[in-house]
């Protein structure tokens, strides 16, 4: 869209904000906080993913909650919607503004707001929180933190995400299976509602915003503010790989990794993943493994039963002067475990670069024009009970020996999920996480892999697996009513009373928007 007409536009939606809020000139702040330039509407309209576009009025840099809040009253009045765009890394166009409507993005990551923009994060020892404004990004919060010694619990794989952005979803890695999703470790919300209403939630007030908030894909309000808990921070990691051939023995041991009786092991983070061809030995989940280890890991493969591979991962997390006993520890746990002798891949390192390890990969796929290629992600919640016929269905079926990127698998305890918050999970005490993701390099990779992603839901659907779509993507409302099942209900009246006027972020495509 040209820049004069979303000018236009703009003007329109700026002179019902006079009429709404009863201003006779436009507040300076909101006027200079509001851009039209080319390169920052472009760079709004798509995401990560790069599967979808959707061209905003104009971005919004704002400086503090009540900066939001009067957009959000103008958007109510006026007319057009508002998303919220974290760091953008939705692979769908969840954070956009819904292709072909009119809305405004705000950029929550930015640091353009009036007065420098938004506050920084603020630790209380005491307490052992810390408060972070919702388009922070987890790398951030964990810089923050660790100046006082201190960090969060649960994290996700990649730290260059927003808070307000994994809140929406739940925000899952290794640590979930002990400490839930980011979800469940949240003391406090600041949220602008979809009516523009600045209301500070909790367990204890507003409790019905803050559960409908948290998990909610941004459906009903817009977290400025969270109050995230934490504990004091290791200072160093032990990682450990092991490889399977027979996934019925590979899922023994994570289940066992993740139950009651494992936990007294103390292990601090549990994954996985599928290795279907030798090509993903070197991606970029997998740059963990020495050079010289590829050339054994492909002659298992050969031997492995249908050609496919599953590698465990787990942590201990300790403090220096614990150095001596860790390797004790880990040699007493490997016994219990029943992977392939001799498939022990070990390393150390600081706390930090553990969990920033996967930005390392980010940039060396940078720097070979890999990274911001189109993302046909899939991630699922598969049940505990069907995670043996999803394998032999789609890892020994479906996926065949192409899979053009990582595939995860680990699983979680339900009962760490907060069955008030917003999002949905299969119904059993233990699902796993199973994410595809992959990296199109040209538009037949791209067809191939979405034909791939169909088929792969279809599989679902037909062998009844109750898989539920994690960061889930659909197009139609009642594709949204199968995924919520019974909780569709709850959603909705929650979106009549937070965003009456389905203006918050229409690019997850489940309210319609009615200017
Ligand atoms: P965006 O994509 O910008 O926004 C996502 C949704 O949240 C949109 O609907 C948006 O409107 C809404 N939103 C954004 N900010 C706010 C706010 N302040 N208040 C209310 N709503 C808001 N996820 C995991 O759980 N675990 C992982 O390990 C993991 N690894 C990843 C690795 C990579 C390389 C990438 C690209 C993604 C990964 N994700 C992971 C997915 C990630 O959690 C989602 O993309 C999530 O949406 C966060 O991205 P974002 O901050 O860029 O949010």
Not at 282 to 289: E, L, T, Y
Not at 316 to 343: G, R, T
């Amino acid at each position: 869209m040209k820049m004069a007409v979303r000018l236009v536009l703009l003007t329109f939606a700026i002179c019902r904000l006079i009429v709404t809020v009863g201003f006779t000139v436009v507040p300076t702040e909101l006027q200079s906080q509001l851009s039209v330039d080319n390169s920052e509407v472009e760079a709004a309209s798509v995401d990560f993913g790069m599967l979808d576009k959707g061209e905003p009025l104009a971005v919004m840099h704002p400086g503090s909650a009540d900066d939001i809040a009067q957009l959000v009253r103008a958007a109510y009045e006026g007319g057009f919607s508002v998303s919220a765009r974290g760091h953008g890394h939705s692979i769908n166009g969840q954070g956009l503004i819904k292709r072909g409507t009119k809305g405004v993005v705000i950029d929550m990551g930015s640091k353009k707001g009036v007065g420098g923009g938004p506050p920084a994060p603020s630790v209380c020892e005491k307490g052992m929180y810390v408060d972070v404004w919702g388009g922070e990004l987890w790398i951030n919060v964990l810089k923050a933190t660790l100046q006082y010694g201190l960090a969060p619990m649960s994290w996700t794989d990649y730290l260059y995400l927003s808070v307000g952005g994994t809140l929406s979803n739940a925000g899952i890695s290794g640590q979930a299976f002990h400490h839930g999703p980011q979800i469940s470790n949240v003391h406090q919300l600041d949220v602008v509602t979809g009516k523009g209403e600045v209301l500070t939630c909790s367990e204890e007030s507003n409790s019905e915003l803050f559960h409908a908030v948290l998990g909610g894909l941004g459906q009903f309000g817009i977290i400025t503010r969270a109050r995230i808990a934490l504990e004091p921070a290791p200072q160093r990691v032990r990682w450990i790989r092991v490889l399977y051939s027979n996934f019925a023995k590979f899922t023994k041991d994570q289940e066992y990794l993740i139950s009651v009786e494992g936990n007294k092991e103390r292990l601090d983070y549990i994954e996985g993943f599928v290795i279907v061809d030798e090509g993903l030995i070197n991606n970029w989940r997998s740059s963990f493994f020495s050079p010289s280890n590829p050339v054994k890991i492909s002659s298992l493969n050969k031997n492995a039963d249908g050609g496919v591979l599953y590698c465990l991962e787990f942590t201990k997390n300790y403090h220096q002067h614990q150095a001596d006993s860790i390797d004790q520890e880990i040699e007493a746990l490997l016994i219990k475990l029943d992977f392939i002798p001799a498939s022990v891949f070990t390393t150390d390192l600081p706390y930090v670069d553990f969990l920033d390890r996967v930005h390392k990969a980010e940039l060396k796929l940078r720097s070979k024009g890999l990274w911001e290629v189109p993302h046909p992600w899939l991630n699922l919640f598969v049940p505990k009970s069907r995670i043996v016929d999803f394998d032999k269905g789609v890892f020994k079926g479906i996926l065949g020996n192409k899979t053009s990127g990582p595939i995860l698998i680990y699983p979680m305890n339900k009962d760490k999920w907060d069955q008030r918050n917003s999002v949905v999970t299969p119904e059993e005490d233990v699902f796993y996480l199973v994410a595809f993701l992959r990296s199109a390099l040209d538009d037949e990779a791209l067809e191939y892999l979405n034909d791939q992603n169909r088929r792969i839901l279809e599989f679902c659907n037909d062998a009844e697996i109750n898989a539920k779509q994690y960061l889930p993507h659909y197009t139609t409302q009642q594709e949204w009513m199968d995924h919520f099942g019974d909780r569709w209900d709850q959603f909705y009246s929650r979106k009549m009373q937070f965003d009456p006027r389905r203006i918050l972020a229409t690019g997850q495509r489940i309210f319609e928007f009615h200017p």
